[in-house]
Structures are given as C-alpha cells and as structure tokens.
C-alpha cells in the first residue's frame, strides 16, 4: 500500500504553533511513529503553504497512490479549488483534523472538501492521521463490518 499524506498551510510549524490547540509535536516526529506502526505500508508526505500546489500534487496521486490523507488546514474552510481536484480523481481521499473543528469558530464548521472525501476525521490530535491509516487499509482489506 502506498499512501500519501497532504498537510495544508501552516502545518509545517506543528509543534511550535497555537501547541495548546494542535500539540507539541512536529509532523516529522508525528510521521515517524505513523512509520513505525504501520511498516508494510509506504507512506509519502507532502506539505505546501500554497493552494496550487496542493492541487498538483492531488492531481498527481490519481493512479500512483492508494489514497490521500488530507489536511488542507485554513484551505479547508476556502478552496473550492481542492475541493474540485478531489471530485476529479480516483483516488480516495480522507479529510483530517487536528482539532475538532466542530467545536471551534462557525466558520470551521464549513468545508469545502468534506463531500468529496470518502470520510473526515476531526479532534483526535496527530490520532487523526492514525485513525485515517487505519480506515484506508481496512478499506482496502475490506475490513469493515459488511452493511448488511
Ligand atoms: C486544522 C483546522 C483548521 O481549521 C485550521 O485552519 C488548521 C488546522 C486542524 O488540523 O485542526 O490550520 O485543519
């Protein structure tokens, strides 16, 4: 399995930014334990403060990778742009929060990604992206419980 991880703008100040609200660890040492505990799969990460960029490499992914784990952080509550990008390729695309952004300033509660997405994942700390992980192996392995 191959999978890559997207992070949005300002992401690459994890550990350092707003810590009280998105923890004290930098996505190196966050990606680090993700490796260590899911070995079998190649896990690539991408992280751009630029919109067109994270479209590029969404557009890039279709037919490379067995999906993406997206935080599009601020972008998720503006681009219609990725949004689209999402809808236009195969891969399947999962939508991640940090914080719950539900439980934060109404403007948080929109996105523009979420109905695109296969599933979002909001408020587990770096949990999140693990949560994602595991949601896009069992898909994968068809582990989840059969809908009937
Ligand atoms: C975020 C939540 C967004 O509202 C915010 O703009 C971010 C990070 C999160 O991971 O909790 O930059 O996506």
């Keep these: 399995m191959q999978i890559l991880i997207i992070n949005g703008p300002n992401l690459n100040l994890l550990g350092k930014r707003e810590p009280e609200t998105y923890g004290r ?12 505990t899911y070995p079998s799969i190649q896990l690539d990460y991408f992280q751009s403060n630029i919109e067109g960029e994270i479209i590029n490499h969404i557009q890039q992914a279709d037919g490379i990778y067995d999906g993406i784990i997206l935080n599009a952080a601020g972008y998720t509550h503006t681009s ?16 991640v929060h940090i914080s719950n952004v539900y439980a934060r300033e109404p403007f ?36 989840f419980f059969p809908s009937k």
């Design 80 to 95: 219609v742009a990725i949004g689209d990008a999402i809808a236009a390729v195969g891969v399947p695309v999962i939508e």
């Design 108 to 143: 948080r509660h929109i996105s523009h990604i979420s109905a695109q997405c296969a599933g979002t994942i909001s408020g587990f700390g770096a949990g999140s992206y693990l949560l994602a992980l595991e949601a896009l192996k069992r898909k994968s392995e068809n582990l």
């Design 25 to 36: 660890e930098s996505f190196e040492e966050v990606l680090e334990r993700l490796r260590a």
